[in-house]
């Protein structure tokens, strides 16, 4: 394999050393004591993943697939699952650690790509299409390209995800694959088949914890224990190298800067943490020193912006004063005059109609006072007229009152009479024995006793 991807014809004096992609942090040896039980973690299945493109051919195609099936399985049959593959659902650093611990079981595949581009066409072709489609280029439409490649090549790589699943002692399910020769199918991980053919012997596999914790022990004893996978042994094997090869061309090395454990204390010289210069250790450090590089380099880097920035705009503002302090004199030069001449105008244009004011003034003030004069007359003669019209109404108001008081008193009468006269009889009938004023329950009357009292 290695043959076909770096051939020796074009590499004759460069020895290749296989490595793996991913090795155990060395920060998770830890949190053994403070994993929890798989029966007390609430998600059966959990995944992230990442859709890179259908350039990277079936590797990247199965990442998303194995997490869109198995999601899809996991909400028909009311699994409890959390698997996303969207950028926006990533996690990292602690929250990463955090989310592998708390799942009874991780999805995975192969890592890597069997997709070479040696000289760049399935890039081009891909890039072409995308612009066709408007988008992503689907799997499918794309394999016409990378599955004469792929066929070429088999590189299936375990994942460093796989060696952090075994560090917190969580099982994987994984799709069938090679996984750098590492780990076998049913010893270490639960084999899922590429077209699901098998989901249903997984399922059942998921309720039977014992047999899970004894999976997750045996990839943890091969992977995590065992110490062959540590970053201490990919520092022994480039030194190893180094080595061999300096006595192979019999060169002289020189001696190491110092002796540097695994671990830097805390209290080395600070001066050395903020090189930028590594020294080898034997393991990775803690990450707090790197991230203490990263800030006193970022540090340094912003203190030469800094400089630079001030140095450019002291010198710009120095100039736009310069250049604006030779603008402003010769627009005060060049308007000073017109300024002046203006002014001269409104001092001219107030002495004009300030002796027109006056002289109206005086015509109008004399106009004012006389017509004040004729309407004052007339205005008393106005008010002798409505003070006589006041007291004429006050008759008439007077009068009306007492009009309409009699009115309402001999309509009253009237309407008594007309009720009284309405029951006499006729001059001619009056004398009529047949005459009867009264009802017959009342005893009768002789005419000649009747009283007509109109009172």
Request: charge should be neutral; proline fraction near 5%.
């Amino acid at each position: 394999m290695i043959e076909r991807v770096f051939p020796r014809r074009l590499f004759p004096a460069t020895d290749f050393i296989t490595v793996l992609t991913g090795y155990v942090p060395e920060s998770l040896a830890g949190r053994g004591d403070r994993l929890p039980r798989l029966q007390e973690r609430p998600i059966c299945v959990g995944y992230r993943g990442r859709d890179v493109g259908a350039r990277y051919g079936k590797r990247a195609f199965e990442k998303v697939e194995i997490g869109r099936r198995m999601r899809e399985i996991c909400a028909q049959r009311g699994i409890s699952h959390d698997i996303e593959w969207t950028e926006d659902k990533r996690l990292y650093g602690e929250a990463w650690y955090d989310f592998i611990a708390s799942c009874r079981a991780n999805l995975g595949s192969e890592t890597g790509s069997n997709v070479f581009d040696f000289d760049g066409s399935t890039e081009t072709e891909y890039e072409r299409l995308a612009a066709l489609l408007g988008g992503p280029v689907p799997h499918e439409k794309f394999r016409a390209y990378t599955d004469p490649v792929e066929s070429q090549y088999d590189t299936g790589l375990i994942s460093p995800r796989l060696f952090e699943a075994a560090a917190l002692r969580t099982p994987m399910i994984l799709f069938t694959g090679q996984y750098s020769g590492l780990i076998q199918p049913n010893e270490h991980y639960i084999e899922l088949k590429k077209d699901f053919s098998n989901i249903d012997a997984v399922i059942a596999r998921l309720e039977d914890l014992k047999d899970l914790e004894r999976l997750a022990d045996r990839a943890f004893d091969r992977l995590v224990g065992s110490g062959d996978f540590s970053y201490r042994q990919l520092v022994k094997l480039v030194d190893t190298t180094i080595s061999r090869k300096a006595a192979e061309l019999r060169a002289t090395l020189r001696p190491p800067l110092r002796d540097v454990p695994g671990t830097v204390e805390i209290g080395a010289d600070l001066e050395v943490l903020t090189s930028r210069r590594e020294r080898p250790t034997e393991a990775p450090r803690h990450p707090v020193f790197f991230r203490y590089k990263s800030i006193a380099w970022e540090n340094e880097d912003l203190k030469s912006e800094i400089t630079r920035l001030t140095r450019f705009y002291t010198d710009e503002i120095t100039h736009i004063n310069d250049a604006y302090r030779a603008e402003i004199a010769r627009l005060n030069d060049t308007y000073r005059a017109e300024i002046n001449q203006l002014n001269q105008e409104i001092e001219r244009i107030h002495g004009v109609y300030k002796a027109e004011i006056a002289e109206l003034h005086a015509v109008y003030k004399a106009e004012i006072a006389e017509l004040h004069a004729v309407y004052k007359a007339e205005i008393a003669r106005l008010r002798e007229i409505i003070s006589e019209v006041r007291d004429r109404l006050y008759w008439l108001i007077f009068i009306h009152r007492l009009y309409k008081r009699s009115a309402t008193g001999m309509r009253a009468f009237g309407q008594t009479l007309r009720k009284r006269a309405g029951s006499l009889p006729s001059i001619d009938s009056f004398w009529s024995p047949a005459w009867r004023p009264f009802p017959k329950r009342r005893p009768k009357l002789q005419p000649e006793s009747q009283d007509f009292d109109l009172q």
